[in-house]
């Protein structure tokens, strides 16, 4: 007899109840061996006072079993209630989001017959990071952090994927032309673990030309790795043009921890209803089933689902006059799929799991620390006072040691000295101190610089070092200079 394998299981919100019943009817149908504890998690529990949408015996759970398979949840309108999604990814170590998008041409309604593409989205940093905080009257700011390990544990996981799922391309999407340190911090990642794969061919295309290639000829793609953000739109984006949104089930790979989920959310006008298709939690659950060694039951799923789908028996969202044969709810779909466990489809590729194939594991490198010297300070003001040449003229003045004003921005554009009249300016001003003929300083100079800029009268409303590392500036220039 074989051993279950203790999974953890939320029914979630909105239409998650009903599409997390069909699935569990097919699984338990198909011979899945599964040992089910199950959590609460979500608007409830967010409604009961718990800003992170879950209990502490939830996370027990998950921890215990490392296995998480997630109905969508509904997150409460307004501030004070985090991310459940996003707290789940980043607490686990999730670290990787797999989002496979395939059309299903003739039989489920597509601009694109032949589509069948990967996403493997960063999953636990960029602006997820959520770190947020209003700065002056008018600005509020976002931080955005990228790390070395973050890109290069997606980087080579893609890379991973891609060998071990007989993919030939691995395609990179940043923003690197604008964000050269961060977006381009992830590409370089791209650059140098990509030349470790030279049976993989290899491509960067900036986001916003990539994302329109995509959706305009997504047969040039195969598996495409992108920061968090990028990743988050480009995969609803890839699952609607290949069919529907509620076709594609994604999976979020930790080194401990793993959670499988469709990629919509908990559509609550069609809750209740008996209407929601259930295929995208289906698919995140088949990738589930291989991911705790039980390819074989997962290959008969996806093909009876396959079958089913071939068959013409269709939810509302896919169902289409002429080509579909018959409009099903949830709970007769999944009962046409459990009809259909041991069959497959004839016109539509045929699923098969290797199953030999082993999980990815990542060792990110050593590096020995750069040398880092600190050259200035970025000091932000909130200020509102007058014009650019008012603010320069005043805190000119205003030096420190070795540190003197280097050039004003506002919203990262240089105003002062020579800015623009027709320039628009908030009142968020950064002045950036530095050294004359890039010397050194140490932060007891900014300390002093700051206690000097305070007792002007200006509201500092935070700093940012400027290093150079290894010899090389470490901070961008201001946008004009
Ligand atoms: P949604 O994905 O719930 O719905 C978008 C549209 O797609 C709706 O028109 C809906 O009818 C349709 N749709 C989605 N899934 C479907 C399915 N399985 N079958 C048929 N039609 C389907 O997005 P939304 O309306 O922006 O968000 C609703 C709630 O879901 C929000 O509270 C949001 O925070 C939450 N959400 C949760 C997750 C998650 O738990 N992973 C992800 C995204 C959104």
Redesign the pocket.
């Known amino acids: 007899m074989s051993t279950k394998t203790p999974i953890t299981v939320a029914y979630?919100d909105?239409?998650g109840p009903e599409?997390m019943t069909a699935t569990l009817n097919v699984l338990e149908a198909a011979g899945a061996q599964l040992a089910i504890e199950k959590i609460e998690i979500g608007e409830k529990v967010y409604l009961q006072g718990h800003s992170a949408g879950i209990l502490p015996e939830a996370w027990e759970s998950l921890r215990r079993t490392k296995v998480f398979l997630?109905a969508?949840?509904?997150?409460p309108q307004g501030g004070g209630f985090k991310s459940l999604?996003v707290t789940t990814r980043k607490m686990l170590g999730l670290y990787a989001n797999i989002r496979p998008t395939i059309s299903y041409h003739p039989y489920v309604a597509t601009k694109h017959p032949v589509m069948d593409v990967v996403i493997v989205r960063e999953n636990e940093e960029d602006l997820y990071a959520g770190i947020e905080h209003q700065q002056t009257d008018e600005v509020v700011q976002c931080l955005k952090l990228i790390s070395r390990p973050g890109c290069e544990k997606i980087v080579r996981y893609a890379f991973e994927y891609a060998r071990l799922h007989n993919r030939k391309k691995v395609t990179c999407f940043t923003k690197d032309n604008i964000m050269k340190l961060t977006d381009g911090l992830f590409h370089k990642v791209f650059d140098e673990i990509g030349v470790e794969y030279p049976d993989i061919e290899k491509e960067h295309w900036i986001v916003d030309i990539g994302a329109a290639k995509l959706a305009d000829t997504p047969e040039l793609f195969d598996v495409i790795v992108m920061p968090n953000l990028y990743g988050d739109i480009l995969s609803d984006v890839a699952a609607q043009i290949a069919g529907?949104?509620?076709l594609a089930g994604s999976a979020n790979i930790g080194d401990q921890c793993a959670m499988f989920?469709?990629?919509?959310?908990?559509?609550?006008?069609?809750a209740g209803q008996n209407?929601?298709?259930?295929s995208?939690l289906l698919l995140g659950a088949i990738q589930m089933l291989v991911h705790i060694r039980q390819p074989e039951v997962a290959e008969k799923v996806h093909n009876a689902w396959l079958k089913t789908i071939e068959d013409g028996i269709h939810?509302?969202?896919i169902f289409q006059e002429g080509v579909s044969k018959q409009k099903v709810g949830t709970k007769e779909f999944a009962e046409a799929i459990i009809a259909r466990l041991g069959q497959k489809p004839e016109k539509l590729k045929a699923a098969s799991y290797n199953k030999e194939i082993p999980a990815i594991k990542i060792n990110l490198k050593e590096y020995a620390p750069a040398k880092k010297e600190l050259k200035g300070v970025d000091v932000f003001l909130s200020w509102k006072k007058g014009s650019a040449q008012q603010l320069g003229d005043q805190i000119k003045s205003i030096t420190f040691g070795k540190l003197k004003l280097n050039m004003i921005t506002n919203r990262g554009i240089k105003v002062y000295p020579d800015g623009l009249p027709e320039t628009f300016c908030t009142d968020h001003w950064r002045c950036r101190y530095k050294a004359d003929n890039e010397q050194n300083i140490d932060y007891a100079d900014v300390i002093g610089l700051l206690t000097a800029v305070n007792s002007q009268g200006f509201e500092i409303i935070k700093t940012e070092n400027l290093y150079h590392l290894d010899g090389q500036a470490a901070f961008s220039l201001g946008q004009g200079q």
């Open positions: 979630g909105g239409i599409i997630k969508p949840i509904t997150t999604n529907s949104v509620g989920e469709a990629i919509h959310g908990s559509a609550p006008r069609r209407l929601a298709n259930p995208g939810t509302y969202d």
